[in-house]
């Protein structure tokens, strides 16, 4: 994905930007960058929300990840290994071009780069079924510091640990990843359905974060807002936009929504497919087309500023009023929100990096763009955000107001310029999006790259440097 808005004349631009063809030219890169004291970013698919893995503020050179693409699916042995600029879309066809009950549980958009995906933990449709991707990596191959490749047993397991969720550009290179695949149903079925205020939206929200999180692991309904007008009065309402995916039938699906969500549960609305095609459905994609456009999808533009919270508390109905009104007003936001509960529940909060798991109800992602919009600028969007952002304040977690690394922010702390943050400024965003694995974190970044090789403007840092 293009981030326009660090395509201006005044962004910063690399002196070469290598697209290693294979393992070794990684190698090479990493020890030449060293010799020469140059700063290294690395982008898989370039989704970073806010553009660390392609923008510096002093001299740098990018490695590119995009070539080393290949994915080795092993339907006896339910494996995988996948290279890290492969997209998610490019995994899922591989795996169902050779079977039709493996998949794997990675992220809803097909165009995200698998390296910086897993880096950050990484979820999808199915995290209430099986966590989060980075919980079903069995083994990496990371070039280190040194330009030397380990795989698990030689790169020990903290490094191991640190690479599933602590974040992408802190450790070292991930150049390929061995994936536990997941079995799936022949057949799962989808549904979207929309609702206006006048059509009781504001009710159905207040009960979706109720029970979304309670629901059976095989499913999930996420929920978004956003504000357009009426079609027929032609004044200002919000749209909650209802999407899921079941893994199971449709008769099957109307019997929990019947006793768990009946104003949700019309047989008319449920729709019958492959998991794949659930792939395309959920990515907006038309479902009824060919999954060969999962080959290569061409990388969308965009122009946006993402900020994330989680939610701990059901939010009272007066509460959602209040922040209904505030959508309203500042039309340009929009919410989605993740149920959790179900296998997210169960797995332990230091089990890997990624910390949110237990007692989280949902994630909100707000999304700030103008894109296709006139008068207000860029700029104007933003402040917004920051104002939706703060008057969430009493809805959300707290001590550490909590955030997912992989929609990155560089409001949450002072931004390090050149990833030289000490630990106590480092501590401030690090305990958001690591809680109480941040200082572990720490402890293996200390021990695999002393000097602070690896680094962006929010890495783990290094102790001893």
Known sequence: MAMLRFNTSSTPKPFLILTPLKESHVQIAVICSRKHGIQMKVRSGGHDFEGLSYVSDVPFIIVDLSNLRDVDVDVKGKIAWVQSGATTGEVYYEIAKKSN????????????????????????????????????????????????????????????????????????????????????????????????????????????????????????????????????????????????????????????????????????????????????????????????????????????????????????????????????????????????????????????????????????LYIASPNGRQGATFDDYIHRLRRMYQFMTPYVSKSPREAYVNYRDLDLGQTSKNGTASYSQAKVWGTKYFKGNFDRLVYVKTKVDPDNFFRTEQSIPSIAH
């Open 101 to 364: 009950t493996l998949a794997f549980p990675a992220a809803i958009c097909t165009t995200v780069g698998f390296g910086g995906f897993i880096s950050g933990g990484g979820y999808g449709a199915m995290l209430r079924k099986y966590g989060t991707a980075g919980d079903n990596v069995i083994d990496a191959r990371i070039v280190d510091v040194h330009g030397r490749i380990l795989d698990r047993k030689s790169m020990g397991e903290g490094l191991f640990w640190a690479i599933r969720g602590g974040g992408g550009g802190s450790f070292g290179i991930v150049i390929s990843w061995k994936l536990k695949l997941v079995l799936v149903p022949p057949t799962v079925t989808v549904f979207r359905v929309n609702k206006t205020l006048a059509e009781g939206a504001l009710s159905l929200v207040h009960k979706w974060q109720d029970i979304a999180h309670g629901l059976p692991k095989e499913l999930i309904i996420f929920l978004s807002l956003r504000v357009t007008n009426a079609t027929t009065t032609g004044e200002k309402t919000i749209i909650a936009s209802f999407r899921s995916l079941f893994l199971g039938d449709a008769k099957k699906l109307k019997i929990v929504m019947d006793a768990t969500f009946p104003e949700l549960s019309h047989s008319k609305d449920f729709i019958e497919m492959s998991w794949i095609q659930s792939v395309l459905f959920l990515d907006g994609l038309p479902s009824n087309r060919s999954i060969d456009i999962l080959g290569r999808l061409p990388q969308a533009k965009s122009n946006f500023k993402a900020k994330s919270d989680y939610v701990r508390q059901p939010i009272l109905k007066t509460g959602l009023e209040l922040i209904f009104e505030r959508l309203l007003n500042d039309e340009q936001n929009m919410m989605v929100f993740m149920p959790y509960g179900g296998r997210m529940s169960e797995i332990s909060e230091s089990k890997t990096p990624f910390p949110h798991r237990n007692g989280t109800l949902f994630k909100i």
